[in-house]
């Protein structure tokens, strides 16, 4: 059982950057690809950002491409999402997940384990 928590989510004004973590906890997130996924309200959830448990090899949005960068350190067990030139229309609850499929899968149905997310709310 793998348990990610996700913390930094905050308010930040258009232009801004913030950074998300998500730490895991029970077994090492070595294994396991990890994706970032956003749900604006009203809206569905998406992909936003992944990266491959062993290659290192990342996937993007094109809605985030060139702003978000996506990162993972195993032996701290984490995730990290640089995100930077923020925007209104990146307000959502981000969430991080894990994936036991190789690649960077973009449906969150491959995803297995979930955090309970963190709000990023960017004022215009």
């Known amino acids: 059982q793998v348990q990610p928590v996700e913390s930094g989510g905050v308010l930040v004004q258009a232009g801004g950057s913030l950074r998300l973590s998500c730490a895991a906890s029970g077994r090492s997130l070595s294994n396991y690809a990890m994706a970032w996924f956003r749900q604006a309200s009203g809206k569905e959830r998406e992909f936003v950002a992944g990266?491959?448990?062993?290659?290192?090899?990342?996937d993007y949005a094109d809605s985030v491409k060139g702003r978000f960068t996506i990162s993972r350190d195993n032996a701290k067990s984490a995730v990290y999402l640089q995100m930077n030139s923020l925007k209104p229309e990146d307000t959502a609850v981000y969430s991080c997940a894990t994936s036991p499929l190789r690649g960077i899968p973009r449906r969150s149905t491959f995803y297995n384990y979930w955090g309970q997310g963190t709000q990023v709310t960017v004022s215009s």
């Open positions: 990266i491959s448990a062993t290659s290192g090899n990342t």
